[in-house]
């Protein structure tokens, strides 16, 4: 496994492992093609490919010429958790100013007391 800094996700399409780094390019780029994040997460809800593979290829500065090989490596590990979590999880952190969000299970921030 990669040293992962804070906010990058890694992801394993068989003997391969892609670094999805959340960074200022990656989310305008993936705003821009996808028409926003929320709609780049409803993409893998959908399961759609050609979406997945999209937010692959920003998400780990793929190059255009190697688009091909990792719509092959999405198609042979397939449109499963293993490769759709991560993804969640990457668009969750973009989501999050590139810093990895808190767990799901982390007591609320405390509200201020007084007036309001």
């Known amino acids: 496994m990669a040293n ?10 068989g003997d391969d492992t892609y670094i999805l780094r959340p960074t200022l ?5 993936l705003s821009r093609a996808h028409g926003g ?4 997460l409803q993409t893998l809800f959908n399961q759609e490919f ?3 593979v999209s937010i692959i290829k920003i998400g780990a500065g793929v190059p255009d010429r190697d688009e091909k090989a990792l719509a092959a490596k999405v ?3 397939g449109m499963n958790d293993a490769t759709l979590m991560p993804l969640v999880e990457y668009l969750k952190v973009l989501m ?7 767990p799901d299970d ?6 201020p007391e007084g007036n309001a």
């Open 106 to 111: 982390a007591p609320p921030a405390e509200e």
């Open 50 to 52: 050609d979406g997945v």
């Open 75 to 77: 198609y042979a590990a």
């Open 96 to 102: 999050n100013g590139g810093k990895a969000p808190p």
């Open 25 to 29: 390019n990656a989310i305008r780029t």
């Open 4 to 13: 992962l800094n804070d906010g990058e996700v890694s992801l394993a399409l």
């Open 37 to 40: 994040l929320r709609p780049a």
